[in-house]
């Protein structure tokens, strides 16, 4: 197989939007195509607003001619190398969006979707020639964090891993193979227990979002950023490290701490939500917030490679 030049966007919300503005920075040719024009729009708006944040990561100003956007999915995709998935969340939608994708690509095109857990067995079902579908699962904004997960259906074949692995790691990502497909993959999961665990905090009124977020913020993440959970437990057994760790606070994982279900996502909790992010935002736009966040990650990124391990 060829090597990959000429990438397709399928979708250009906020994931594939963030796949865009990384695959020209990496001066890859793209063709985008989503049916619904607002995206379209959003897509533009975001080329203008991260225009400083690309320069201060990659070094270089992006080549907007390589950018090509389309009217029709065949077009977008009949002589692309490679073709990354964005449409909603939903098993059905993909699905169907997948097996369209793959009656008019070429036959050894890579169908990567970013689905964030949905199993790859499930959503290459109906497609054409599956042993070429992955998942290659990214985390926003894609653009800067390195993160993607690649996860093979029962159908895929490994030239087809091995090959995405490799490009993959060619435009600067951390590639994190998962070779047995699991629901929510491996960074989700994990974020979805916290998720839910906040939900049960702040509906029993126990704290507030901006408690949640500070709890996160000024203890633990800071850990994480560097070490994640594991090594950071390591640590914590002193000396012995994880061994230690376990024989001390092994017991209380028997502890009725958590709530692993998640409540009922009512109007009443999630007015809750929304009031307690609207005051923790302080009127701050969505643009702005993103540009705080944005270059605050690109400096996290290089403290990282100061204290790496």
């Given at each position: 197989?060829?090597?990959i030049k000429n990438i397709s966007v399928i979708g250009t919300g906020v994931i594939g939007t963030g796949w865009i503005l990384r695959f020209l920075a990496s001066n890859k040719k793209v063709i985008a195509f989503d049916k619904n024009k607002s995206q379209i729009n959003y897509l533009k708006k975001e080329i203008k607003r991260t225009k400083s944040i690309i320069e201060k990561l990659y070094k270089k100003k992006i080549n907007i001619n390589?950018?090509?956007?389309?009217d029709t999915l065949e077009e977008a995709v009949k002589n692309s190398d490679l073709i990354q998935e964005n449409v909603p969340e939903r098993l059905q939608i993909k699905k169907t969006v997948i097996k369209n994708i793959s009656k008019v690509a070429r036959k050894n095109t890579i169908i990567a979707s970013s689905s964030s857990g949905l199993l790859p067995s499930k959503l290459q079902s109906g497609c054409i020639n599956p042993q070429r579908f992955i998942i290659a699962h990214p985390f926003n904004p894609v653009y800067i964090l390195p993160l993607?997960?690649?996860v093979k259906g029962n159908k895929t074949s490994k030239i087809y891993i091995n090959?995405?692995?490799?490009?993959?790691k060619s435009i600067k990502m951390k590639t994190l193979l998962i070779n047995r497909e699991l629901p929510g993959f491996l960074s989700d999961r994990l974020q979805e227990a916290l998720w839910r665990e906040g939900l049960h905090i702040i509906n029993d009124g126990f704290g507030s979002t901006k408690d949640l977020d500070d709890a996160i913020t000024y203890g633990p993440g800071m850990r994480w950023a560097l070490m994640g959970t594991f090594l950071t437990f390591h640590l914590a057994g002193g000396e012995?490290?994880?061994k230690h760790m376990l024989d001390q606070f092994g017991p209380a994982l028997k502890l009725p701490w958590t709530k692993l279900k998640s409540p009922e996502l009512n109007d009443k909790l999630k007015q809750k939500i929304i009031?307690?992010?609207?005051?923790?935002?302080?009127?701050l736009s969505i643009d702005k917030l993103s540009n705080i966040r944005d270059n605050f990650l690109i400096d996290l990124i290089e403290l990282k490679k100061k204290y790496r391990l």
């Amino acid at each position: 197989m060829n090597k990959i030049k000429n990438i397709s966007v399928i979708g250009t919300g906020v994931i594939g939007t963030g796949w865009i503005l990384r695959f020209l920075a990496s001066n890859k040719k793209v063709i985008a195509f989503d049916k619904n024009k607002s995206q379209i729009n959003y897509l533009k708006k975001e080329i203008k607003r991260t225009k400083s944040i690309i320069e201060k990561l990659y070094k270089k100003k992006i080549n907007i001619n390589n950018l090509k956007i389309v009217d029709t999915l065949e077009e977008a995709v009949k002589n692309s190398d490679l073709i990354q998935e964005n449409v909603p969340e939903r098993l059905q939608i993909k699905k169907t969006v997948i097996k369209n994708i793959s009656k008019v690509a070429r036959k050894n095109t890579i169908i990567a979707s970013s689905s964030s857990g949905l199993l790859p067995s499930k959503l290459q079902s109906g497609c054409i020639n599956p042993q070429r579908f992955i998942i290659a699962h990214p985390f926003n904004p894609v653009y800067i964090l390195p993160l993607v997960e690649i996860v093979k259906g029962n159908k895929t074949s490994k030239i087809y891993i091995n090959k995405a692995n490799s490009f993959y790691k060619s435009i600067k990502m951390k590639t994190l193979l998962i070779n047995r497909e699991l629901p929510g993959f491996l960074s989700d999961r994990l974020q979805e227990a916290l998720w839910r665990e906040g939900l049960h905090i702040i509906n029993d009124g126990f704290g507030s979002t901006k408690d949640l977020d500070d709890a996160i913020t000024y203890g633990p993440g800071m850990r994480w950023a560097l070490m994640g959970t594991f090594l950071t437990f390591h640590l914590a057994g002193g000396e012995s490290g994880m061994k230690h760790m376990l024989d001390q606070f092994g017991p209380a994982l028997k502890l009725p701490w958590t709530k692993l279900k998640s409540p009922e996502l009512n109007d009443k909790l999630k007015q809750k939500i929304i009031n307690g992010t609207a005051l923790q935002s302080k009127n701050l736009s969505i643009d702005k917030l993103s540009n705080i966040r944005d270059n605050f990650l690109i400096d996290l990124i290089e403290l990282k490679k100061k204290y790496r391990l």
